[in-house]
């Protein structure tokens, strides 16, 4: 018998014949659309995780600024008043700061939440999708 010049022949029997079996519930699934499907499923959680990346980088660039904005205008009191006010002034400010930290933390916390549910969203869609 001759030897076909093509190495990848036999494979390429191989899946002809597995295209022309018979699948269990009668009809072979299309696997393009499966993972054309999955593959903009995979797209769509990237921009999810993109632009809530983005979002929160920005936020947090802002509150940062917003916090040096604060103690800069903090320190510009202090040294205007006089040395028994400005221990209750540090005071103050540290409290201040404090619980605007934990407002922040609270709010990318929300953030990064709002864009693991939209990704579970797109992952609950994909199953239902396959079943």
């Not at 947090?60 to 600024?65: D, G, I, L, P, V």
């Not at 040096?68 to 700061?97: C, F, H, L, V, Y």
């Not at 709002?114 to 969203?121: E, R, V």
Request: without cysteine.
């Amino acid at each position: 018998m001759a030897k076909s010049d093509n190495p990848f022949s036999d494979m390429m029997k191989a899946f002809q014949q597995f295209g022309e079996m018979g699948w269990p519930t009668g009809q072979m699934p299309d696997f393009t659309k499966v993972g054309t499907d999955n593959f903009q499923s995979i797209q769509e959680i990237g921009q999810i995780s993109a632009n809530a990346l983005q979002k929160m980088m920005s936020r947090q660039q802002e509150m940062a600024s917003e916090a040096m904005s604060a103690w800069q205008k903090a320190a510009q009191e202090s040294m205007s008043s006089d040395p028994s006010k400005m221990m209750t002034k540090i005071g103050d400010m540290t409290r201040e700061n404090a619980e605007r930290t934990a407002k922040n933390f609270s709010e990318l916390s929300e953030l990064a939440t709002d864009a693991q549910k939209q990704i579970m969203g797109v992952v609950s869609d994909m199953g239902k999708k396959k079943a």
